[in-house]
């Protein structure tokens, strides 16, 4: 079993920035592939951003690329990601995700954190 609990979110200005923090419990934190997705007010969950077990490999969404930068401190249990350049069409609600396999578009993850707020401001 997998816990995830985000940190970080909260209410920031257009063109400024955050970073959430996701802390994973367990010893086989290192095994698992992560990722974020988000969920804005009615719409569908989608995939922001992931990262291989040895943060060997990232990805991201195309709104989110050259803006958001996702890592992983596995000594720390912990995954990141750095947002910049925030705009409000990332206002959403941020969810760290891990996967035993694989972490990206059209994945269901394994396991899920209970979402943390981020609202940018026009």
């Known amino acids: 079993q997998v816990q995830l609990v985000e940190s970080g979110g909260g209410l920031v200005q257009a063109g400024g920035s955050l970073r959430l923090s996701c802390a994973a419990s367990?010893?086989?934190?290192?095994?698992?592939?992560m990722g974020w997705f988000r969920q804005a007010p009615g719409k569908e969950r989608e995939f922001v951003s992931a990262?291989?077990?040895?943060?060997?490999?990232?990805n991201y969404a195309d709104s989110v690329k050259g803006r958001f930068t996702i890592s992983r401190d596995n000594a720390k249990n912990t995954v990141y990601l750095q947002m910049n350049s925030l705009k409000p069409e990332d206002t959403a609600v941020y969810y760290c995700a891990a996967d035993s396999s694989y972490v990206g578009v059209g994945v269901k993850p394994d396991y899920w954190g209970q979402g943390t707020q981020v609202t940018v401001s026009s």
């Open positions: 367990g010893r086989t934190f290192s095994s698992y592939a």
């Open positions: 990262i291989t077990w040895n943060g060997g490999s990232t």
